[in-house]
Nanobody, 124 residues
């Protein structure tokens, strides 16, 4: 599976962005998906995760209530809607796919395929 993330950019605090991640090579319906982020000098952390059919989602405490993770398997695409952005949300955001059918995954080591990352910068 090849993953291509896009939609990042520069936005003021309080603004919104929508990240997209398009898959090619195989259908995404066989995979649980995740969004991670990595700020300079920090580890890559989970932001949100979703089951193969979108029935269950997970959000890190830092983004709960502000971010929404969704997927459209017919379009082989997942989305991360980010609202009320804060300067601390600044990071490179990565989408990832995990071979998991019935649950989502939250650990970096559980993911099998990664996109190239898209930069999100939130100015204060």
């Amino acid at each position: 599976v090849q993953l291509q993330a896009c939609g990042g950019g520069l936005v003021q605090a309080g603004g919104s962005l929508r990240l997209s991640c398009v898959a090619s090579g195989r259908t995404l319906s066989s995979y649980a998906m995740g969004w991670f982020r990595q700020a300079p000098g920090k580890e890559r952390d989970i932001v949100a995760a979703i089951t193969w059919n979108g029935a269950s989602t997970y959000y890190a405490d830092a983004v709960k209530g502000r971010f929404t993770f969704s997927r459209d398997n017919a379009k082989n695409t997942v989305y991360l809607q980010m609202n009320s952005l804060k300067p601390e949300d600044t990071a490179v955001y990565y989408c990832a796919a995990a071979r998991a059918i019935f649950d989502y995954r939250t650990a970096v080591k559980d993911y099998d395929f990664w996109g190239q990352g898209t930069q999100v910068t939130v100015s204060s």
